[in-house]
Every structure is written in C-alpha cells, then in structure tokens.
C-alpha cells in the first residue's frame, strides 16, 4: 500500500472517530444533557449543512477507495452505497430547499444502510466469513483491505460511522427542535 493510501486511510480514521466521539456526545446530551444546549443548538441549526457534507464525503470516499485506488466493493457495500448516494440526493434538494422535512424520507433509507452496516460489521469484527454473502467473483465481504487505529478502522467501520452520524443529526434536528419548542 502505497504512503498515499496510508495517509488517506489515516484522516479518515481519524475523521471517522471524531464523528464517533461528537455523535455519542450528541445524543448524551440530547436525552440526558439540559434542555439548552450550545452544541445542540448549533447541530439543530446547521442540520441541513452537516448532513449534506458527511453524506457527500460518505459518498466520495468509497468511490475514491474503488475507482482510483482499486478496492473493489463487496456485495454488502454495493447495498449500503444505494442508500448512502440517495440520501446524498436528498440532502443536497433539502438543502437547497432549506426543507427540514426531509428527516421523514432519508430516515428509512439511513435505517437501512445502517442495519446492513451494523450486520457487516458484526461479521467483520467478532464473526466468521462464511456468515457474509459474498459471491464466487472473489471480492470479500470479510477481505481487510483498510485497517488502522490498531484494526479498529475499517472501510465497514467508516459506512457504520457515516450511518450513524447521519442518523444522530436526524434524531437532533427532530427531537430537539421539539424539545425546544
């Protein structure tokens, strides 16, 4: 692997356990943290905005990871793309159309991609191979083509980390404007 890659696989690592970290903290002080909050408040206002970009570098990345730098994608993340890119859309006409109501459509397709992440991952970290769907084109759900943070970070792990985060800015944006007003 090349010091490129490396260095890509590393900022998004990091990146990826910096979302990890803000998304627990979100959600701590979401149903445990005071009513007012500055961070929350800022989450909720820029909701639009900061899911655009996550969807848009969740979007990027993997095609960066298979068209440039030749990781072909398993079956599992062929999947958990189709949902990742729609959203990609959606945001991108909610932002456009300031349209907060579009919690109500990417929540099912985040939903989605995130249980098939949370099935990939299980697989991958604590599972056995043969639990994946992988077909006979030789392409492994299993195969660990990414892996630093002493193997915490993975390419599965970076889909699982976009997921949630995504589905973190939804829960902000729909129950703290409530909990606000």
């Not at 990826?16 to 408040?41: C, E, H, R, T, Y």
């Not at 996550?54 to 958990?80: D, R």
């Not at 991609?113 to 994946?132: C, H, K, M, T």
Request: glycine share 6%; with cysteine.
């Amino acid at each position: 692997m090349s010091d490129s890659v490396h260095y890509l696989n590393v900022f998004l690592g990091a990146g990826a356990i910096i979302l990890q970290i803000l998304s627990v903290l979100a959600l701590l002080l979401l149903f445990f943290g005071p009513k007012k909050n500055k961070f929350l408040d800022y989450v909720n206002k820029h909701f639009l905005v900061l899911s655009f970009l996550i969807s848009l570098f969740a979007s990027i990345f993997p095609l960066v990871y298979s068209e440039i730098i030749n990781f072909l994608p398993c079956t599992l993340c062929w999947w958990q793309r189709v949902f990742m890119f729609s959203t990609l859309f959606l945001f991108g006409t909610a932002l456009w159309d300031r349209d907060r109501k579009v919690i109500r459509y990417v929540v099912s397709l985040l939903s989605a991609g995130f249980l098939i992440s949370v099935y990939q991952n299980f697989f991958y970290y604590f599972g056995e191979s043969s639990g994946l769907p992988c077909d006979a084109s030789g392409i492994s759900c299993y195969q660990r083509l990414v892996s630093e943070f002493g193997g915490y970070i993975s390419i599965p792990m970076l889909a699982l980390t976009a997921f949630f985060t995504l589905l973190t800015l939804l829960a902000v944006a729909h129950f703290y404007s409530r909990r606000e007003g």
